[in-house]
């Protein structure tokens, strides 16, 4: 498959991979047609889906599979009035029904809009207002149940309503409709061009309304970088990434270039409150050969005793949505034997930047840039800045396969992102003479101390040092007195066995002191049960500094 797409798949090196690494994208490409249908083509009985979850149900799809249900949806859309360029709100969690929507909406041309269990009717109201969507497809939770009803209610635009679980009236059944045999499993009509709209992510939105960032029908090839090159995925073994499917973190591991790899996808879909055990028995169990999981999974983990669990069929390990703590890596790797393979990205992009495996990680660094981007970290003025220098991480190619094309409904903010030079993240980095990229932090994240300028990254890495710590978040907060500006304070998470404790501050700051630079140390230390983060697993600091 890969071969379709590149014209050289292997790589001797970093160097090499950057120079010489290119993507030939074909006219109209589809990945419904192109990749799901080509693959049942080529191997029908080739597995593209294994989907387990807490209530121990265990099935197994086939590209085959996956074709003729996609193709009954497909054709199920199509009486009900769906057609290409209509827009439809999915929020399947992790059911396996949301692959097959997936490619069936690719197929006639509908635009994909991922949805969260935790959007309430008003942001219910919002998607359907500002996207103008004609059709929700929901699982039977009943609380997006309930939101989701009273939201249609007031969205005259809505027409279809479909549930994926029990039966409600009003809705229509989906399981039916995908087990309908009388609906015709062929479906062959190609409508969509490249630059047709396949998908629209709703960002998290942690300081002001989402923004809708729109990707084209090619934004899948951009993901073999993804799957191929950091994630190493393998051809006909597990991938597994733990992700919601509202999160842009799944198409990045559960569906786009695991397929065009011919990687077989694993979904643990599990309910309730995330148990680290559960996961480290399917990981066991299932002989999963490729993992991905935000920092946060991995400290979780790391509570648990790894040891006890037959992990060998473990062969690479990956993580993205947060900057990677050092400590969490040597940890890591002395239980399971793996390095933890850090990316970098965005909703609005495939991998940027990435440890790709020809060179030596640096704990604390991001990696190197991502062929095709052509990433650099540049000043204000747009000038590439020296080694050593603070800048924001910017892509500065034209127009590259995978990255977003626009937010939808908004000329204003397109322009201002696409319109220039280059698309600046607004995210602080800065290189060294090796050319690995190293986090800083948010701009606005950053905090100004007694003339300092911090990013939180340094801070949080060398809090997690701490036995006593699992997670924490490092903010800025007004200094009261007036004189240094901005206090650092962490919000942190203790580790079992621990407690809160004045004594326990005095030396969670003294080990900051001795760890890093001394004027970098939380004067103020608050313990918390949780942090607030968006669904890709990034920490809400505006929300922390708010509260």
């Known amino acids: 498959m890969l071969n379709r797409y590149l014209p050289r798949i292997e790589f001797t090196s970093y160097d090499d991979f950057a120079e010489n690494f290119t993507i030939n994208a074909p006219d109209n490409f589809n990945f419904g047609y192109d990749v799901v249908d080509e693959w049942a083509r080529l191997e029908p009985d080739k597995r593209a889906l294994l989907w387990v979850n807490d209530e121990g149900e265990d099935r197994s799809f086939t590209f085959g599979d996956i074709r003729s249900l996609s193709n009954r949806a497909a054709n199920y859309f199509r009486l009900a009035g769906i057609s290409k360029g209509d827009r439809v709100l999915c929020v399947l969690r992790r059911r396996w029904e949301y692959w097959v929507t997936a490619a069936a909406l690719c197929k006639i041309g509908a635009t994909i809009i991922p949805g969260t269990l935790q959007m309430m009717k008003k942001d219910i109201i919002y998607r359907a207002e500002s996207a103008g969507i004609s059709t929700l497809i929901c699982v039977d939770d009943a609380s997006i149940v309930e939101q989701a009803e009273a939201a249609a209610a007031l969205s005259p635009g809505i027409k279809n309503l479909l549930l994926v679980g029990e039966k409600r009236q009003g809705w229509t059944d989906y399981g039916a409709v995908l087990a309908d045999v009388s609906l015709s499993d062929v479906y062959n009509e190609r409508v969509t061009v ?113 040891g006890k669990y037959d992990l060998s069929g473990l062969h690479h390990c990956t993580t993205a949505g947060e900057p990677l703590n050092p400590e969490v890596i040597k940890q890591w790797r002395a239980l399971t ?211």
Not at 256 to 270: I, K, P, R
Not at 373 to 380: A, E, G, I, Q, Y
Not at 432 to 450: E, L, Q
Request: glycine letters at 10%.
């Open 194 to 306: 490249n630059d047709d709209i396949m998908l629209i992510y709703f960002t998290s939105g942690t300081t002001k309304l989402p923004k809708m960032v729109m990707h084209n029908f090619l934004h899948p090839l951009g993901h073999i970088i993804t799957a191929k090159y950091w994630q190493h995925v393998e051809e006909n073994a597990l991938h597994m990434s733990v992700a919601d499917s509202a999160w842009a973190k799944f198409g990045w591991g559960k569906i786009y270039g695991q397929w065009l790899c011919g990687a077989s996808v694993f979904c643990y879909d599990m309910t309730g409150k995330f148990r680290p055990i559960k996961l480290l028995e399917k990981i066991a169990k299932y002989k999963v050969a490729t993992f991905c999981c935000p920092p946060t999974t991995y400290r979780f983990l790391l509570q648990e005793d790894v």
């Open 337 to 547: 034997g793996h390095t933890i393979h850090e990316g970098f990205g965005q909703s609005e992009g495939p991998v940027l930047i990435a440890n790709f495996g020809w060179d030596e990680i640096k704990p604390g660094s991001t990696g190197k840039p991502s062929p095709l981007l052509n990433v650099k970290v540049l000043d204000v003025d747009g000038r590439e800045m020296e080694d050593g220098e603070e800048g924001a991480i910017c892509v500065t190619a034209k127009k590259p396969i995978g990255l977003f094309v626009g937010y939808y409904g908004d000329v204003e903010a397109t322009q201002a992102a696409l319109g220039g030079d280059c698309y600046n993240l607004h995210d602080m980095a800065w290189r060294d003479s090796d050319g690995y990229i190293n986090f800083v932090g948010r701009d606005d994240d950053m905090i100004k101390s007694s003339g300092y300028r911090i990013g939180p990254f340094e801070v949080e890495s060398a809090l997690i040092e701490h036995p006593a710590v699992v997670e924490c978040a490092i903010t800025g907060v007004p200094d009261p007195e007036g004189t240094r500006g901005q206090l650092i304070k962490a919000s942190v998470i203790l580790a079992k066995g621990f407690e809160p404790s004045d004594e326990l501050i005095k030396e969670l700051q003294d080990h900051v002191k001795h760890t890093t630079a001394p004027y970098k140390y939380p004067r103020v230390i608050e313990f918390v049960e949780d942090l607030p983060k968006t669904l890709g697993g990034k920490i809400k600091r505006a929300e922390i500094r708010k509260g």
